[in-house]
């Protein structure tokens, strides 16, 4: 197979899945935009695709708290096919918002709450890759990209297992913006192929797109990312 498609899941208020469509574009996969009443209306758009995406953004407004809304439809309406995708080997990605999601969903382990800042928090951090079970990240470089919430800090009850067992795949290096324990900024199940984080990498998959771009910064791109879990796609 030589172009992946991949959906690329969008709900009311989500703003970033066009960011990601196009990370993905540059990657080499042919995104779909898909709007959860399509999925919710008929499930089987899942059975065409070979990657999915849940974009990131403020779903329902965070009603409730952030992403319980749109985890509940998800769970409620499509759980089974979403199980069946990720038994299925295909690789799944929540940034931000989605990374909420697929945590309420109980596809990815702990959860997220409040900043430790109490305030909402936009702003450029640092993410090493620490070997893990994740088909995303396997072999890359430190990533370079914005944080934007006001629920990033990730909380699990045994941080020290979930490293012990190859499930911490991002911590935030230099700052822990948001409190989250052992600076822990994304997770994979323990299949490797479902990946969760809190910053945006597709918001730094062109070197221009980096505020100190001008000044000679052009490290730590966040498409080495996609094109991995691309790659992984491809090649299953």
């Not at 995708?85 to 409040?114: E, Y």
């Amino acid at each position: 197979m030589s172009t992946p498609q991949a959906i690329v899941l969008a709900a009311p208020g989500t703003n970033r899945d066009h960011d990601v469509a196009f990370a993905l574009e540059l990657a080499g996969a042919a995104p779909r935009l898909t709007l959860l009443a399509e999925l919710l209306a008929d499930s089987s758009v899942l059975a065409d695709a070979q990657m999915l995406v849940v974009a990131g953004g403020f779903s329902y407004a965070d009603a409730l708290g952030a992403g319980r809304m749109w985890s509940l439809q998800l769970t409620h309406g499509v759980g089974d096919a979403l199980r069946g995708f990720v038994a299925a080997g295909k690789p799944v990605i929540g940034i931000c918002n989605g990374f909420q999601v697929l945590t309420r969903t109980g596809l990815l382990p702990g959860a997220l709450g409040h900043n430790s800042s109490g305030h909402f928090q936009c702003e450029w951090v640092r993410l090493d890759a620490p070997a893990s079970r994740s088909v995303w990240t396997q072999g890359l470089d430190p990533i370079e990209c914005p944080i934007a919430h006001g629920e990033g800090r990730y909380v699990h009850p045994d941080p020290a297992a979930l490293a012990a067992n190859g499930q911490v795949a991002f911590t935030y290096t230099g700052t822990n913006p948001n409190g989250s324990l052992d600076a822990i900024a994304g997770v994979c199940d323990e299949s490797g192929v479902v990946l969760g984080l809190m910053p945006h990498p597709e918001n730094h998959v062109l070197a221009r797109q980096h505020p100190r771009h001008a000044r000679g910064s052009a490290a730590g791109l966040g498409l080495p990312l996609f094109r991995q879990g691309v790659r992984y796609a491809r090649e299953r």
